[in-house]
């Protein structure tokens, strides 16, 4: 369980402890919560707790020892990709955020697990090198974000190339975020509270700012171009308000499968833990009579530019997403912190990824190059915007 402290490790963890008999959890990880991780290793007693931070390692230690447990603490990114490689492991959830999951997540794609993908911007920022290493290692790659998912269950499975199975598009909904009716005007003083209350999903707060600016669909938009092998032109978004439907495929004798469900990030996941077969995760059924309607629209792309940034990346292609992903990160950061309005999110993006030289990803090291360049640069346009601001 990489990130295990986090929305969707909490998640995990959730559904693994209604199954005791079927999964042993080896491993948990965190990047500086240790109160929480202790808490978790009391519950799931691991053979190894992970703490990213060196530095919290021995609290760690001596919280673990107070309650009599045995598990091991190690710490660091080479503890990460210890746990995430070891050969006890066969399944690896990947549910570290934002870049930092890079490393570890590919380290257990190269060591041929069966990988849970919701580190999106893993496969975003070094696609081809993931994409790989995955077919060198024969690791199997499950969707989490739950419109991957939901398309991995609407295809055939094993499914070659998309032609071959008769797809013409890929539908990948998204809700629109808190702001999808408010005044354009308005979005320049909204606050990070504002835009982490997401009206369906309880989510992390980068991925909840990405939802909020639709980056999250621009990332998912590039994840699964990878994932299906699709090029972006065979990809639509729709704007789904109430998120039931979670992604559709449309196929050339004119039928649309669509997965359906409530927003709740167990299904998903209960969905790749027990595939191919099914288990149950706690979210009960959807009540189509309850719902009521189901709504969609097109995204409107004055309000949504991240949107086309993305799309315009992954047409791009090479180093562009990579460059992308590290210059939303750094803003999204920085909105978080109150130092950049929500509206200049775009305009950070936007700008490095114009300024950012272009490389073909042939290895890890030009990915996390061209990564920690976007990032400069980013760190830039930041005082360049708050120096016009004063
Ligand atoms: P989160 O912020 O709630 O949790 C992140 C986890 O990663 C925590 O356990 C944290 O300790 C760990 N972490 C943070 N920084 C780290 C670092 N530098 N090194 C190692 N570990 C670190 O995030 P989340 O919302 O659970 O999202 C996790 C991933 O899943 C993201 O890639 C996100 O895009 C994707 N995802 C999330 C959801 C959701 O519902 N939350 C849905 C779809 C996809
Ligand atoms: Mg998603």
């Not at 739950?146 to 008769?166: K, M």
């Not at 991925?207 to 699709?230: P, Q, R, W």
Request: charged share 20%; glycine share 6%.
């Amino acid at each position: 369980m990489l990130g295990s402290t986090g929305s969707v490790g909490v998640n995990t963890l959730n559904v693994l402890g209604r199954h005791p008999e079927r999964y042993r959890v080896y491993a948990l990880t965190a990047s500086e919560r240790v109160v929480e991780l202790a808490q978790q290793c009391r519950q799931f007693t691991p053979r190894y707790a992970v703490i990213l931070n060196e530095k919290k390692a021995a609290e760690l230690k001596r919280r673990l020892c107070l309650d009599g447990l045995d598990t091991e603490v190690l710490s660091g990114l080479s503890g990460l990709c210890q746990v995430a490689s070891d050969s006890r492991v066969d399944t690896v959830m990947a549910a570290i955020i934002g870049a930092a999951g890079l490393r570890p997540t590919l380290a257990a794609v190269r060591a041929g697990k069966k990988v849970l993908l919701a580190n999106k911007e893993s496969l975003v920022m070094a696609g081809p090198v993931f994409m790989q290493a995955l077919v060198a290692s024969k690791a199997q790659l499950l969707p989490i974000d739950s419109e991957h998912n939901a398309i991995f269950q609407c295809l055939p499975y094993p499914c070659g190339s998309l032609d071959e199975a008769g797809v013409e598009k890929l539908l990948l909904t998204g809700s629109g975020g808190p702001f999808r009716t408010w005044q354009i005007d308005e979005l320049e003083w909204v606050t990070p509270d504002q835009a982490c209350a997401h009206p369906n999903w309880s989510m992390g707060r980068k991925i909840s700012v990405d939802s909020a600016t639709m980056m999250n669909k621009g990332l998912e938009l590039i994840e699964a171009c990878y994932l299906f092998h699709a090029p972006a032109e065979q990809i639509e978004v729709l704007v789904h308000p109430q998120s039931i439907v979670h992604s559709m495929v449309q196929y050339c004798d004119g039928s649309l499968l669509a997965q359906l469900g409530n927003p709740d990030m167990r299904t998903p996941i209960a969905h790749a833990l027990a595939f191919p077969g099914r288990m149950k995760s706690g979210v009960r059924g959807l009540d189509l009579l309850a719902q009521g309607r189901l709504d969609f629209e097109a995204p409107d792309p004055e309000r949504f530019p991240c949107l086309r940034l993305a799309r315009a990346a992954i047409k791009s292609g090479n180093s562009v997403p990579t460059a992308l992903n590290a210059a939303n990160e750094v803003a999204v950061a920085a909105f978080l912190n109150g130092e950049l309005a929500f509206t200049q999110i775009s305009t950070i993006i936007e700008r490095v990824v114009s300024r950012a030289k272009v490389f073909e990803l042939t290895d890890l090291d030009v990915v996390e190059q061209v990564d920690s360049n976007a990032r400069l640069l980013a760190a830039q346009e930041l005082t360049r915007i708050t120096n016009e601001v004063n």
